[in-house]
């Protein structure tokens, strides 16, 4: 090989030629400093972006990762309310046979309240989960 | 407490374990996502996502199979959905002014002057490069793959994977040397 191979370096440095090539390019990098040096660059360049990426500063994303997988409470508990609120008044009509406004607003009052206070300790109890400091005493 | 056993209480259901595990791989992962965009917020979009599809893919994870590569096979994959977006094209017109230089100049305390010097000037060498040779010289340079790994990943020939790789190079030397950089600053 007396011209520098110079489109078989990336590949050679890749170690992605053919035996006979490979041969071939290692024989040419032994007199030419020229090809030597570039096959060297390459080498530098891609250790020089390895360390830059590896060295990348964290930004904290852990936050809103932790938002977007801890499934919100919020649907769950008003459909659930909605369905322990049908409930009660299927049962109240049953038992009855009638059912009052008030009964009705009544109902939907106190199923609300108690669904709002296992929302809150809910959130409470996973902040608290989580919380890194969980652990430190005084 | 093991990757492994953080992984099995991620399974459980335990959202906590799996905070020591972004804290461990978002800082490369953020840097492979920027380099790989060219800009530091879609790279911080991408990144959550990626988090996000990990979490809920932990249940593929094969038994002691180490959570890095195959989250960077996610975050890669996140990238290269983004790239493909005409909303990302559109508005990045990848050159060194559209790098946001946020994700290389934070200092930390390992690193010098020098190689932060260094790493701006690479981060901004690699985002003036075109698309497809950037993703092809990190797919490289950074995960290791095989030119036959790189086309199955991208879908082209090999043969157009050397090509790319070394058009990158080629064009990567000529920025670097632009910017007053020679090989003894590189090796």
């Known amino acids: ?138 | 407490m093991t990757e492994w056993e953080l992984i099995q209480r991620c399974r459980e259901g335990k959202t906590s374990a799996f905070e020591p595990l972004v804290r461990a791989h978002e800082g490369p992962a953020l840097g492979y996502a920027a380099a790989m965009l060219g800009d530091a917020d879609e790279a911080a979009d991408a990144l959550q996502d990626a988090f996000v599809q990990a979490y809920r893919g932990l249940a593929r994870l094969r038994p002691n199979s180490p959570f890095g590569p195959w989250f960077r096979t996610i975050v890669r994959n996140t990238c290269l959905d983004r790239l493909r977006s005409p909303r990302l094209r559109q508005r990045t017109a990848l050159t060194a002014a559209a790098l946001d230089e946020r994700t290389w100049t934070e200092p930390t305390a390992v690193r010098s002057t020098e190689s932060m010097g260094l790493t701006k000037h690479l981060a901004a060498a690699l985002a003036e490069l075109p698309d497809e040779q950037r993703v092809t010289i990190l797919l490289r340079e950074v995960e290791g793959l095989s030119y036959a790994e790189i086309a199955t990943t991208l879908g082209v020939p090999s043969g157009t994977v050397a090509s790319r790789l070394n058009h990158a190079r080629a064009a990567l030397r000529e920025r670097l040397v632009a910017r007053g950089l020679g090989p003894e600053d590189l090796s």
């Open chain 1, 1 to 138: 090989m007396n011209t520098h191979p110079r489109d078989l370096l990336s590949a050679y440095a890749d170690g992605e030629l053919d035996a006979a090539q490979t041969a071939a390019v290692a024989a040419h990098l032994t007199r030419c400093t020229e090809c030597a040096r570039e096959v060297a660059l390459i080498r530098s360049v891609g250790g020089a972006m390895r360390q830059m990426i590896n060295d990348a500063p964290r930004r904290g994303v852990w936050d809103t990762v932790h938002r977007r997988i801890t499934r919100p409470v919020g649907w769950t508990l008003i459909l659930a309310g909605i369905a322990i609120w049908a409930g009660l008044l299927l049962v109240e009509w049953y038992r009855s046979r009638a059912l009052s406004w008030e009964w009705i607003g009544g109902t939907a009052f106190w199923v609300g309240a108690v669904m709002l206070v296992i929302g809150v300790a809910w959130e409470q109890y996973r902040d608290w989960q989580t919380t890194r400091y969980k652990d430190v005493t005084r």
